[in-house]
């Protein structure tokens, strides 16, 4: 089955609905809404402290509180443990990018391997091996034996996407991939993204940066102090003015 092209019919890989999150006594999401299909990218856009992070967090089942209906895969994954979600095929990349700093590229990859995966229909979905990772990453190519450690902030963001794969992800949710490194280590990640969404991936974007959103999404939403408070087609977006200088302040 070829996902490439994303339909209005198309089953979602991930369908949230009245998604709630509290740190301690703190409501912090507010009945989110949100869906992602084969091979689509969705920007999940707001300023800092939004709860693009939680949200997030609160799909790969990484909160210790939180409700609402999640549907993964087709599957009702509310209240899984994360172990259980992203053995579903649910990767997370986070923003702290948590790579193994005493253990190789190589090794941390081996750390992230799972078995290769079908989608929901039975077919084969793309399969990672370290080889064709550092077809996809060559900075990673060119140094399979350097520590974590040794790696500047834009690899070991390239290492944190990598070693995701690793694990067959059918639906990846990407953290702020573009925070903090260089430009060309964002223009690089623009160019995975779109790999990804070729081979029928589905994407959710937690991001601020809304020239490299425009360069990748399809939709967004866009989140303020835990709401959505706009969806539409990232074409859409562009050109709305009002709602970007509200709530995204460009």
């Not at 989110?32 to 790969?60: D, F, H, Q, Y």
């Not at 993204?193 to 937690?206: C, D, H, N, V």
């Amino acid at each position: 089955m070829n996902f490439s092209t994303t339909s209005p019919a198309a089953q979602p890989l991930l369908q949230v609905t009245g998604l709630n999150a509290w740190y301690g006594a703190a409501h912090i999401l507010h009945d989110v809404a949100l869906s992602v299909a084969p091979g689509e990218v969705v920007a999940l856009m707001g300023r800092n402290g939004a709860g693009k992070s939680t949200t997030l967090k609160a799909i790969a089942g990484l909160l210790a509180r939180s409700q609402g209906q999640l549907r993964c895969m087709g599957l009702d994954i509310a209240g899984w443990p994360a172990y259980r979600i992203a053995r579903l095929g649910l990767g997370y990349v986070p923003e702290d990018r948590r790579i193994f700093t005493d253990l190789t590229v190589r090794e941390n990859l081996e750390v992230g391997r799972q078995a290769p995966r079908r989608w929901p229909d039975g077919s084969a979905a793309p399969h990672w091996t370290p080889e064709r990772l550092f077809t996809l990453f060559p900075n990673l190519g060119e140094m399979p034996d350097r520590l974590g450690g040794r790696m500047s902030g834009g690899e070991q963001q390239m290492l944190s996407v990598a070693r995701t794969l690793m694990g067959q992800p059918l639906l990846v949710l990407l953290d702020e991939p573009s925070e903090g490194v260089a430009p060309l280590i964002v223009e690089q990640m623009a160019q995975t993204i779109a790999t990804l969404k070729e081979q029928g991936m589905g994407i959710l974007l937690s991001e601020q940066n809304l020239p490299f959103c425009e360069a990748v999404a399809d939709r967004a939403y866009v989140l303020e102090k835990g709401q959505i408070r706009y969806s539409s087609s990232m074409q859409e977006l562009q050109s709305n003015l009002a709602v970007r200088q509200a709530y995204l302040g460009v």
